[in-house]
């Protein structure tokens, strides 16, 4: 096996694969999160204001609905942005392998030294790479993006759909199921355990203190339900 130091650059597309999942998890969690803030906040108002279970469960069921479709379309517009961003950069990149190989050897090599290879060792790794797959080499090298792991825009608008959706069914759940009279205490607990579990998950995938996440998203829901609540009171109040 080759031992040059050169030879990790082969197990670079694991390490960046195995980033781009923890992204996606990572992305997941935050979707969860925000599918149990955006529906509790919404539950919670209306229980306020209201104890027909069936108000409550219409008004928790519009508002999954329409946050799993619109975190969907948000993120399929963005990824495919950045899909066709990246498919623009690769065939750039392809159409100057063709034109300038020698330059885009040069290139290489050049990446591979500034990295601490010595020019000679940088010069036969990147004629190695080149002559194994010229492409490939120079997309990872220069453009960091492996042409073979592109994201799926599609992909990623069900799985964002996915965790909002999962997300939201816990406070809606929460509130439908007790007594009226338990309904609003037991959905701030329940929303206040989720949201500890989903802040603690995330700090971990993102190597960020714990504490402070989960303290962060634990106010911000309790104070998101809250205002809500207060909302529904007063619009009881009123009579609307």
Known sequence: MDKTPGSPHPHEPHREGLASR???????????????VST?????????ATTSAAAIFTAGIAGLTAGAISMA?????????????????LAKERTELKEEPDFELAELAD????????????RKVAEELTAHDAFLA????????DPRELTNPWAAAASSAVAFTLGALLPLLAI??????????VTFAA????????????????GSNRARAVLR????????????????????VAGI
């Open 22 to 36: 923890l992204n996606w998890l990572r992305a997941g969690v935050l979707g969860a999160n925000d599918g149990i």
């Open 40 to 48: 509790a906040g919404l539950v919670v108002g209306v229980a306020a």
């Open 73 to 89: 379309v948000g993120e399929y517009v963005s990824v495919s942005t950045q899909r066709d961003s990246e498919r623009a950069l």
């Open 111 to 122: 990446i591979y030294r500034s990295k601490g290879l010595t020019p000679e060792t940088a």
């Open 138 to 145: 120079h997309a990872e090298a220069e453009l960091g993006l």
């Open 176 to 185: 439908i199921l007790p007594p009226t009279t338990a309904r609003i205490p």
């Open 191 to 206: 929303v206040l355990i989720a949201l500890a579990i989903t802040g603690s998950v995330s700090a971990r995938l993102g």
């Open 217 to 236: 998203v634990v106010i911000g829901g309790a104070l998101a339900m809250a205002v809500t609540y207060g909302i529904g009171q007063l619009a009881d």
